[in-house]
């Protein structure tokens, strides 16, 4: 209490009790000081609330508390002290108060009751509420509103929706509170359904047309993404109020039609029936960034400055968030920096509009001003900074972030450890994400999703399987990002046995309708070699077969030689209207270049970009090297790779170099093979198959010459590399690799066999040189 106020308050005191000492009396009386003590606490803390001085109130009421007094307060007092409580959301004060409430003897009525009720349930305390609740010898609408809204507001929307059914079998019709929180509740399941059932409820109902359910059927059917029923709503309604034009217009923000938004946002403005506040220029400047309109942006900007809201925290927000989307980082600087008193969520905005593009210096200078501010970052800081790591490459700053969120205690939030796991994936250190991964307390779905992507795009394959068997034994669910990505797996390795299984798994859990795991199917089956399969699951999709399908399927037959099956699925697809990708087109090259149809093969891909505006790229360049060399077209196919737009990969020279030595064409190898050692100049492979052209070829100085350089070099031929499955368990080898731990009984076996061989009479073919 301050100083100011308790002055007042004993003034009161005494001019009472002077009052009361002319008129002596031996018992309590409105003339005693007992009383008189009574009555000055409930009209001073009644006074207080009156002017939502709910603090003070309350300070007063912990005042006489600590003096001891055995005092009471009028019914009517106590409620507004459960109001203040109900304003601040102190649930500790509510609890004081009503403690007091109880030991005081006076009988709480089912309109004080309901202030208690509605205070826990604006508290968050719905088990003290639901207690309450039920011990209520009376119960009234209000009873029942308060703890529908108490449910409703703390996100529990199902028992609110059970109660307020409930309600309706006890006999009482709602008022259009109840409706209102009943509806909100609906908001949160996202059950359109049953939306729609309380929407005919509140047509049947006599106070169904307030404003109060309108607006929460507004926001009820924008939130489940049915922006033209609600809509229909707002064009309906007789009388709308700010909330109804603010919850439309945020609707089709959100709902992707920013048009929409911005027409009625001018239409509002040009009734003049509602000033627009701080929420309403945020949906409008979210709307401009939706389509990257910075010059509506910058013209509602003005307005806002009109308003005399250039300097709020939530519109100056939404407006940096505009102009970043927009591509303009300086205005999104400037409106930033123009916020009186940014938030955390002001900061984290920012910080993310810089992190996205990669500029992660500007994210961590932003991010040391937060701190000098004296906020305390959140995980979503600490992910925007992760993010800015992750675009721009930047292993070092990704540690040095890493660092300081172990610092400020972020380290154990599940969220921040995936931001991790990606951040070091896609910076290349996919050992230190392994390590971070073992080291999690916890697993989400996104962890497992995370390390599983990290273990594929840096191809250890084998990988993803052990960490399947470990979801396995742990029972963690698997969605269809999962499969997706162990069906990845089993493409990459040839593994149909698991893609089988998968396929079963994904039966039973009813994933097989997802268009993701479909086409994750039809890739495995195709790659691994399983091509009935893969055309019978296509075909049981129909007409639900998308781009990816059929280019799954088409690259699938080109790849295994069936290049008439292929070209027959690419000339259906263009016959349904469905527009190829750059991946059918590799297919269809592919195919092409398996039967030498390299006149076809060169015509599709002079037709990519003119009818499909599909721009070449080097897998499309690298399939006609491979169609114009197979054909023993080296001259055209060399020429080809020195007039494309942009630097042939080494992929492009190997297959011109392999040509070479099957047309035994030693010009052509000698400069594919320099191509490859520009790029690569420790690759084995172009060496090996330059010596092997000049043995074949008898140029056997060359040969020798180029044997010493080999040795001079260090270069060796990189081992290969096999899988094998024994008893569920795939085991990778290597040449000369004794990693394995069965490794020295496979190693005594293979002598065995070896020596059986010879036994046999089985002479091996000498090579023509040796490493």
């Given at each position: 209490m301050t100083y100011n106020m308790i002055t007042s308050f004993r003034k009161h005191q005494r001019l009472y009790f002077c009052t009361s000492s002319r008129h002596p009396s031996p018992r309590p009386s409105i003339s005693s000081p007992h009383f008189v003590t009574q009555q000055c606490s409930n009209d001073f803390i009644s006074s207080l609330c009156r002017q939502k001085r709910f603090r003070e109130a309350l300070q007063a009421f912990h005042s006489l508390r600590a003096q001891k007094l055995n005092f009471q307060l009028h019914p009517s007092t106590y409620a507004r002290l459960f109001l203040a409580c109900s304003q601040l959301k102190s649930l500790h004060h509510g609890r004081l108060v009503h403690h007091h409430l109880s030991d005081s003897g006076v009988a709480a009525d089912v309109i004080l009751r309901n202030h208690i009720l509605n205070m826990y349930g604006k508290c968050g305390s719905l088990e003290e509420a639901r207690q309450?609740?039920?011990?209520?010898?009376?119960?009234?609408?209000?009873?029942?509103?308060?703890?529908?809204?108490?449910?409703?507001?703390?996100?529990?929307?199902?028992?609110?929706?059970?109660?307020?059914?409930?309600?309706?079998?006890?006999?009482?019709?709602?008022?259009?509170?109840?409706?209102?929180?009943?509806?909100?509740?609906?908001?949160?399941?996202?059950?359109?359904?049953?939306?729609?059932?309380?929407?005919?409820?509140?047509?049947?109902?006599?106070?169904?047309?307030?404003?109060?359910?309108?607006?929460?059927?507004?926001?009820?059917?924008?939130?489940?993404?049915?922006?033209?029923?609600?809509?229909?709503?707002?064009?309906?309604?007789?009388?709308?109020?700010?909330?109804?034009?603010?919850?439309?217009?945020?609707?089709?923000?959100?709902?992707?039609?920013?048009?929409?938004?911005?027409?009625?946002?001018?239409?509002?403005?040009?009734?003049?029936?509602?000033?627009?506040?701080?929420?309403?220029?945020?949906?409008?400047?979210?709307?401009?960034?939706?389509?990257?309109?910075?010059?509506?942006?910058?013209?509602?900007?003005?307005?806002?400055?009109?308003?005399?809201?250039?300097?709020?925290?939530?519109?100056?927000?939404?407006?940096?968030?505009?102009?970043?989307?927009?591509?303009?980082?300086?205005?999104?600087?400037?409106?930033?920096?123009?916020?009186?008193?940014?938030?955390?969520?002001?900061?984290?905005?920012?910080?993310?509009?810089?992190?996205?593009?990669?500029?992660?210096?500007?994210?961590?200078?932003?991010?040391?001003?937060?701190?000098?501010?004296?906020?305390?970052?959140?995980?979503?800081?600490?992910?925007?900074?992760?993010?800015?790591?992750?675009?721009?490459?930047?292993?070092?700053?990704?540690?040095?972030?890493?660092?300081?969120?172990?610092?400020?205690?972020?380290?154990?939030?599940?969220?921040?450890?995936?931001?991790?796991?990606?951040?070091?994936?896609?910076?290349?250190?996919?050992?230190?994400?392994?390590?971070?991964?073992?080291?999690?307390?916890?697993?989400?779905?996104?962890?497992?999703?995370?390390?599983l992507t990290a273990c594929l795009q840096h191809q250890q394959s084998e990988e993803v399987f052990w960490l399947l068997k470990l979801m396995r034994s742990l029972n963690s669910k698997l969605d269809q990002i999962t499969l997706n990505m162990i069906l990845s797996a089993c493409a990459d390795l040839g593994y149909l046995e698991m893609g089988n299984q998968v396929h079963a798994y994904a039966l039973k859990v009813g994933l097989e309708a997802d268009s993701m795991v479909r086409n994750g199917l039809i890739d495995t089956y195709a790659k691994c070699g399983s091509l009935h399969d893969a055309r019978k699951l296509f075909d049981w999709m129909g007409n639900n077969c998308d781009v990816f399908s059929w280019s799954s399927l088409i690259v699938g037959y080109a790849q295994f030689g069936y290049a008439k099956e292929s070209l027959e699925l690419f000339a259906c697809m263009q016959s349904l209207g469905i527009r190829p990708n750059h991946v059918t087109f590799v297919g269809v090259l592919t195919a092409c270049s398996r039967v030498g149809l390299v006149d076809e093969g060169c015509y599709y891909y002079s037709i990519m970009e003119d009818e499909h505006g599909i721009v070449p790229t080097r897998e499309h360049c690298s399939c006609v090297v491979d169609l114009l060399a197979r054909a023993g077209r080296l001259s055209e196919a060399e020429r080809f790779i020195d007039q494309m737009p942009f630097e042939p990969a080494v992929v492009m020279w190997k297959t011109l170099l392999a040509a070479c030595r099957l047309y035994n064409n030693v010009e052509i190898g000698k400069r594919a093979a320099e191509g490859i050692l520009k790029i690569d100049p420790s690759n084995s492979a172009a060496y090996v198959l330059l010596c092997n052209i000049y043995a074949s070829s008898g140029h056997w100085d060359d040969f020798a010459r180029l044997r010493k350089l080999m040795k001079r070099s260090g270069v060796r031929k990189s081992p290969g590399k096999s899988w094998i499955k024994v008893r569920g368990e795939v085991s990778v080898f290597i040449v000369e690799d004794k990693s394995h731990p069965a490794s020295e009984a496979i190693y005594v076996m293979l002598g065995l066999l070896g020596f059986e061989m010879r036994e046999s009479g089985y002479a091996p073919k000498a090579s023509r040189w040796h490493e």
């Open positions: 309450l609740f039920d011990a209520m010898p009376e119960r009234n609408l209000v009873s029942w509103t308060s703890m529908i809204s108490g449910y409703s507001q703390n996100h529990r929307e199902w028992e609110a929706v059970e109660l307020y059914v409930e309600m309706l079998r006890s006999g009482l019709a709602p008022d259009q509170f109840a409706l209102g929180s009943v509806v909100r509740a609906c908001s949160g399941l996202s059950d359109v359904e049953l939306g729609k059932q309380l929407h005919c409820h509140t047509v049947k109902s006599d106070c169904g047309a307030a404003r109060i359910v309108q607006n929460a059927l507004i926001s009820m059917y924008s939130k489940s993404e049915r922006i033209e029923n609600a809509s229909v709503v707002f064009e309906r309604m007789v009388e709308k109020d700010l909330i109804s034009w603010g919850s439309m217009i945020a609707g089709f923000a959100q709902q992707g039609c920013e048009l929409d938004a911005l027409h009625l946002f001018k239409e509002m403005l040009d009734m003049g029936v509602h000033r627009p506040n701080e929420f309403l220029f945020g949906s409008a400047f979210s709307a401009c960034g939706g389509i990257v309109q910075s010059g509506l942006g910058e013209q509602l900007h003005g307005l806002s400055i009109k308003f005399g809201l250039e300097n709020d925290t939530f519109a100056g927000c939404s407006l940096s968030d505009m102009y970043a989307r927009c591509g303009r980082l300086d205005c999104a600087k400037k409106a930033f920096y123009s916020i009186d008193m940014p938030d955390l969520v002001s900061w984290n905005s920012i910080i993310n509009a810089f992190s996205c593009v990669g500029l992660i210096n500007e994210s961590i200078l932003f991010f040391s001003e937060l701190r000098d501010f004296g906020l305390q970052p959140d995980d979503i800081t600490a992910r925007c900074l992760l993010c800015a790591c992750t675009v721009s490459d930047s292993l070092h700053q990704g540690q040095l972030v890493h660092s300081c969120i172990l610092k400020i205690g972020l380290d154990l939030n599940v969220a921040v450890q995936n931001a991790l796991l990606m951040m070091y994936s896609k910076c290349s250190d996919l050992s230190t994400a392994l390590d971070l991964f073992n080291e999690m307390n916890d697993w989400d779905l996104v962890s497992w999703n995370t390390i």
